[in-house]
């Protein structure tokens, strides 16, 4: 998969909105371990945290985010990014987002067969209790 010009731009306006939420840490490029697998999704959402920077760093993360986001790139199939959040819910995930620049959606996945989708109105995830505004990513 390679990330293309929609889907860093669209990476970047996502990590500025999530900012700005108080109660959750923003990191991209993360490395989750899975049951000795690795999963890199583009976005994870961890309970506030202090980081340390001159500390030892970390490599692979064994505790699981709050939620992940992925952003479909041309290359990829939804349904490469589907199979990854069921293995995500195994692994105690709470929400998972897709979202799609090209129809400037985003679904919010509370398990493997419920999500919510959000296109040109604010985009609310009830695991998190977290709202955004579908302008601030898409526009």
């Keep these: 998969m390679s990330p293309s010009y929609h889907h860093g731009y669209v990476c970047s306006k996502l990590i500025a909105a999530l900012s700005s939420v108080p109660d959750i840490t923003v990191f991209t490029e993360l490395t989750l371990q899975i049951e000795d697998k690795d999963y890199v999704p583009d976005i994870c959402l961890y309970p506030k945290r202090e980081i340390n920077l001159t500390g030892k760093d970390i490599l692979r993360m064994t505790e699981m985010p709050l939620a992940v986001i992925e952003i479909l790139s041309p290359t ?5 990014l589907l199979d990854k959040f069921d293995r995500y819910f195994q692994a105690g995930i709470r929400s998972c987002w897709l979202v799609t620049p090209f129809a400037q959606t985003v679904s919010v996945y509370q398990s493997s067969s419920q999500a919510a989708v959000f296109h ?12 955004l505004e579908w302008r601030a990513i898409f526009l």
């Design 76 to 80: 990829q199939a939804a349904q490469e």
């Design 120 to 131: 040109n109105e604010k985009i609310h995830d009830p695991a998190l209790q977290i709202e």
